[in-house]
């Protein structure tokens, strides 16, 4: 890999930019495993043909090598595709990003946390974001292939041990993917989260992975006549997610926590929260990509769209630091081109579905990846 130049150019129509390669890298996303003990329908790994494997402790610990290279990194945060409590070294990797000065979240399904929950405290992780798209035993074993009652013991090892270490930490959030058949669940949602003292409700939408789950989606596109016109999915009026929530939180969920809502529809303004956040995502083989959404190679449907997605990755651990993959001109070029948003929008455009760009992750203005029809970027997909 090239040494990261101090200035990188770009011509654009009657202006020039110029980027500097800045190490102002602030939270690391790393999957530490793509293994998964849970089933969930609307989960990507249904999709793959990716072999399973674990992150190499060495990469880890050369990454935490490098952690005092970037002043501003301060988050590191557990999670991915695939079930980061399944890593046989995980409390040593937590130990690792402590001592490297590094504050820890992990997203978990929460069945592990049993075996795992006194490590999780002991540790010092800060927040604990647990999957549970619905408080009802049969839903969730269908969602998720996994036990409500498995998942409640695990909240409850959780809330012993804090109370055994004198400690507040970890957080609990309780995360809900929303969609047709959990909606009017979440309205229980509240209930749980007072009984297990959870601290946050983070509610996101569904990003189909299948063909059999696009109907199942919440989110609409404003001019949905238009879309019916071309021959499209037929949005529905958009389910109103705050509706179902805000009531049954108010009445039955005493607590100082909070409710983060996805947004519903698709709109004019794009922002993504991980170029923003200055984030980047480790995959459990050691690729450096910029979010989840460009982390593996998957089908998916936008508004009943196929799309084919690739993995981007900018590097690979094995071959270069993470400094300068952050830094290469690549990785600093697309950041600033997220930045100011420079992709046209496929779901506002008229040829949406006859062009063939979309369906393999492109875009007429020659990107490729693109994030033109990127649900991460309208926040209707919401990350913890
Ligand atoms: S717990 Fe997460 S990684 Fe595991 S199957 Fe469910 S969605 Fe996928
Ligand atoms: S790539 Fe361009 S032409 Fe094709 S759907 Fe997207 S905005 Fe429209
Ligand atoms: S806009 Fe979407 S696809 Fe593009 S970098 Fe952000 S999350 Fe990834």
Request: aromatic share 12%; glycine share 8%.
């Amino acid at each position: 890999m090239d040494r990261p130049s101090a200035f990188i150019t770009e011509e654009t129509e009657g202006a020039a930019i110029i980027y500097r390669p800045l190490p102002d890298l602030r939270r690391l996303y790393v999957e530490a495993t793509n293994r998964c003990d849970a089933g969930c329908v609307m989960c990507m790994r249904r999709t793959w043909n990716e072999a399973q494997g674990d992150l190499d402790y060495d990469l880890f610990q050369g990454l935490m090598r490098e952690v005092p290279r970037f002043p501003a990194l301060e988050w590191l945060f557990f999670g991915g595709f695939g079930e980061p409590l399944l890593h046989p070294r995980l409390p040593d990797m937590i130990a690792e990003a402590r001592r490297a000065g590094l504050r820890i979240k992990i997203s978990t399904n929460g069945q592990y946390l049993p075996v795992l929950a006194s490590e999780v405290v002991k540790r010092g992780v800060e927040e604990i974001i647990v999957s549970c798209d619905s408080p009802r035993e049969n839903t969730y074993a269908s969602l998720r292939g996994g036990s409500l009652g498995r998942l409640e013991e695990g909240i409850e090892a959780l809330n012993e041990a804090k109370k055994r270490y004198g400690s507040p930490f970890p957080r609990l959030v309780l995360e809900f993917v929303a969609m047709k058949r959990n909606l009017e669940e979440l309205k229980e949602l509240p209930v749980l989260a007072a009984r297990w003292g959870a601290a946050s409700l983070l509610v996101t939408n569904l990003l189909p992975y299948s063909e059999g789950l696009k109907e199942e989606i919440l989110y609409s596109y404003a001019d949905a006549p238009r879309i019916l016109r071309s021959g499209g999915f037929t949005p529905e009026r958009p389910a109103d997610i705050a509706g179902t929530i805000w009531k049954a939180a108010a009445e039955k969920w005493f607590t100082w926590g909070t409710v983060k809502l996805p947004r519903n529809v698709w709109g004019a303004f794009r922002r993504c929260s991980f170029v923003e956040s200055y984030s980047a995502v480790v995959t459990w083989e050691g690729d450096v990509t910029p979010c989840y959404a460009l982390s593996h190679s998957y089908p998916c449907f936008v508004f009943g769209r196929r799309k084919e997605v690739r993995k981007y990755s900018l590097g690979n651990l094995r071959h270069a630091g993470l400094y300068d993959i952050w830094a290469s001109e690549e990785y600093v070029r697309f950041r600033g081109k997220v930045r100011l948003f420079r992709f046209p929008s496929c779901v506002d455009c008229e040829l949406a579905y006859t062009c063939d760009y979309p369906a393999a992750n492109q875009d007429c203005w020659g990107n490729a990846p693109s994030c033109a029809d990127c649900l991460w970027a309208q926040d209707i997909i919401k990350c913890p």
